[in-house]
């Protein structure tokens, strides 16, 4: 049977366009492979080139020519990487000079650790043993002496092998200029193109931006800028900061070696820096060299400790305190990605790959996030979640982690206001469960208990006090995606808070604001989250379930000292059911302000003037920017103040709605 038999077009199509996919994978990987040594060279000047680019522009800014901006900026670069480079070869040098020094060290230690055991060991016993068995294994089989055979008589004396020497010629004066020259010319012609690409991208910088914007299409100018400047800026940004970082590394490395007594510390110093750019095996591999030397220098151990201390101490500092504060949010890559790129890069280009690999890994993350083909490489290797923040909150209502929800909302509030959090993180988690409810997917028990987890959700941030402006910085990469994602809330970023002697006298009651759900335990969901928005801003509120206004419990439900209710619904569908629910609500509590919050995304302004006047509530408001906007206003004891409470209302709906309640 054919293996396509049965499918759909479509199903063909995407089989193929995976197939093709695949292919052309394997053709650029086997392209970057075989051709490594063009590509190394052109991605080393791309990734200096954006490394030098900054100085230049500072050296434009300041009237400097283009061509001595460009060709200065480089040659001080270079003649840094060579000077460090000299540095580091004559320290190597002078170690390996004073290398016959230390072998006695070692020799004395290792006879030392040999005489702390008593005795002969046990190990050393059967390693004895096993090497007496190896020998008499290895002995030659002696023939037994067969019937009328003749055995050959040994010769007399041992068989002397004959010596035989082959000598070359001597070299000539080319052949010796020869063997000298060519370990060299490789390097020195891969440094050759390497200075001559980096100037040449320096120089045609903007015409080569400009080439790339026409290879990606000029019919969206604006993503594809978009997407080189921030390739540009990100890539500037990290290497410049590692090359920060890691330089300054080094130097306390260096420094800290010279103080204890390492012989050589700069050669140490400077292979600590330049290990450091490989992701989290540098920093080891740089140690290990010098508590070798330490063990071969010192007849003690001190040396040895006081290095392994050092090195303990600096890179948790390092990695731990100064890179989070000074990278922040640059990189855009995963751990998970970073070890990926190493192994990866390392096998394509070798060691040159390992260090490249992060620079390049920004690149492809860069380029997934503008193009829409390549968005699956920013989900793969980004640090971006790889859900929406409502995704991330409705799957955790979902699996109900109210306690882990909690966490990531306090991390967005050290940021941003708890109504903006409700506005665009919460409810539109709410809007994506109706969606499921309206496609038959979510059933009434998982409703139910979504709205349980939101209970508890709402309980853990009881504490919470809005407050906007908290100066402080989350750290959480899916509490920094929300931040970084969200809008200014919608009806109002922020709403003052009242305290007890600003309430009106109306509204000093126990819990002068119900939150009433509309139809469904979602509807709950919202009202109790309203309620605990309400409250954070110093009114006591109490939600209640959408069963509450049905005929059998409308009589029990308790109005006594309510001066207000919002009613709650995520699905504006209803008409009918909100009028009824209006009705019993007037006749309940004649003297309350009744708000018909109409949470739906897709509501506009007209079809909310019209759903308030067919209620015929006080007011109807699709935010919760706007209800809570609304509650404050009427229970501030100075009554409403059109221009100043409400001015964040650009509608005018609020105003409406509270000169309406005012008549």
Same mark, same amino acid.
């Given at each position: 049977m054919l293996p396509t038999k049965g499918k759909s077009t479509e199903e063909l199509v995407g089989l193929l366009s995976a197939v093709a996919s695949a292919i052309l994978a394997g053709?650029?990987?086997?392209?970057? %492979?075989? $051709?490594?040594?063009?590509?190394?060279?052109?991605?080393?000047?791309?990734?200096?080139s954006f490394a030098l680019a900054p100085p230049v522009r500072l050296l434009l800014n300041l009237r400097v020519p283009r061509g001595l901006a460009v060709v200065g900026v480089v040659l001080c670069a270079f003649a840094c990487i060579f000077g460090i480079g000299s540095l580091f070869a004559t320290q190597l040098t002078?170690?390996?000079?004073?290398?016959?020094? %230390?072998q006695s060290t070692i020799s004395d230690k290792i006879q030392a650790l040999r005489s702390t055991t008593a005795g002969r060991g046990t190990l050393e016993r059967a390693s004895d043993m096993l090497r007496d068995l190896g020998k008499e294994l290895d002995k030659p089989q002696v023939a037994e002496k067969a019937p009328g055979s003749i055995v050959a008589r040994p010769t007399t004396g041992p068989v002397v092998p004959v010596p035989v020497e082959v000598r070359q010629p001597d070299p000539s004066a080319l052949e010796s200029l020869r063997s000298l020259l060519s370990p060299l010319v490789h390097p020195l012609a891969t440094t050759g193109v390497i200075v001559i690409f980096v100037i040449f991208i320096l120089l045609q910088r903007e015409d080569l931006r400009n080439r790339l914007i026409r290879l990606a299409g000029t019919h969206d100018l604006q993503r594809t800028t978009a997407a080189?400047?921030?390739?540009?800026?990100?890539? !500037?940004?990290?290497?410049? *900061?590692?090359?920060? =970082?890691?330089?300054?590394?080094? =130097?306390?490395?260096?420094? $800290?070696? /010279?103080?204890?007594?390492?012989p050589s510390p700069v050669l140490w110093g400077v292979l600590a820096a330049v290990l450091r750019f490989v992701p989290y095996i540098g920093a080891v591999i740089s140690a290990a060299f010098p508590l070798i030397l330490a063990v071969a220098v010192d007849p003690g151990w001190s040396l040895l400790a006081w290095t392994a201390a050092l090195f303990l101490i600096v890179e948790p500092i390092v990695g731990h305190v100064v890179e989070p504060m000074v990278y922040g949010r640059s990189t855009g890559l995963s751990p998970v990605a970073v070890v990926v790129a190493a192994t990866f890069w390392t096998a394509l280009w070798g060691p040159i790959g390992l260090v490249l690999a992060t620079p390049l890994t920004v690149c492809l993350v860069v380029l997934g996030r503008h193009a829409e083909k390549f968005q699956f490489l920013d989900v793969m290797f980004g640090d971006r979640p790889a859900l929406s923040p409502p995704e991330i909150f409705y799957q955790r209502m979902l699996a109900d982690d109210p306690a882990e929800a909690a966490d990531k909302a306090e991390q967005y509030l050290k940021e941003r206001s708890l109504l903006s959090y409700y506005d665009q993180v919460a409810l539109k988690g709410l809007m994506l469960a109706r969606s499921d409810v309206q496609r038959g997917v979510l059933n009434d028990a998982r409703q139910t208990?979504?709205?349980?987890?939101?209970?508890?959700? &709402?309980?853990?941030?009881?504490?919470?006090r809005d407050v906007l402006g908290n100066n402080e910085t989350t *750290?959480? &990469?899916?509490?920094?995606?929300?931040?970084?994602g969200a809008e200014k809330a919608r009806g109002a970023e922020q709403v003052s808070r009242l305290q007890p002697a600003d309430l009106a006298p109306e /509204?000093?009651?126990?819990?002068?604001?119900?939150?009433?759900?509309?139809? !469904?335990?979602?509807?709950?969901?919202?009202?109790?989250?309203?309620?605990?928005l309400a409250t954070s801003h110093g009114i006591a509120a109490e939600a209640k379930p959408a069963d509450a206004l049905s005929i059998a419990n409308i009589f029990r439900l308790e109005t006594e000292g309510v001066a207000a209710v919002c009613l709650i619904y995520l699905d504006v569908g209803a008409v009918s059911h909100m009028r009824y629910a209006v009705r019993r609500l007037r006749r309940k509590s004649p003297k309350a302000t009744i708000i018909l919050c109409c949470w739906a995304e897709d509501i506009d302004q007209q079809s909310l003037e019209q759903l308030r006047s067919g209620t015929k509530v006080d007011m109807a408001v699709a935010t919760p920017g706007e209800a809570l906007s609304?509650?404050?206003?009427?229970?501030?004891?100075?009554?409403?103040?059109?221009?100043?409470?409400?001015? !964040?209302?650009?509608?005018?709906?609020?105003?409406t709605g509270v000169a309406a309640v005012a008549s």
């Open positions: 053709m650029i990987i086997a392209t970057l %492979y075989f $051709g490594r040594d063009i590509f190394v060279p052109l991605a080393l000047a791309i990734l200096l002078d170690l390996a000079g004073d290398l016959p020094k %230390y080189i400047d921030d390739a540009a800026g990100r890539l !500037s940004r990290l290497l410049l *900061t590692q090359l920060a =970082v890691n330089g300054a590394f080094g =130097v306390v490395i260096g420094l $800290g070696l /010279w103080a204890i007594g390492i208990k979504l709205r349980d987890t939101v209970r508890e959700f &709402v309980s853990d941030l009881a504490d919470v *750290t959480d &990469v899916e509490s920094a995606s929300a931040v970084e /509204w000093s009651g126990e819990h002068p604001l119900l939150c009433i759900a509309g139809r !469904s335990v979602l509807d709950e969901a919202a009202a109790l989250m309203m309620a605990h609304a509650c404050v206003s009427l229970a501030a004891a100075d009554g409403p103040e059109p221009s100043d409470n409400l001015a !964040s209302d650009p509608s005018g709906q609020l105003q």
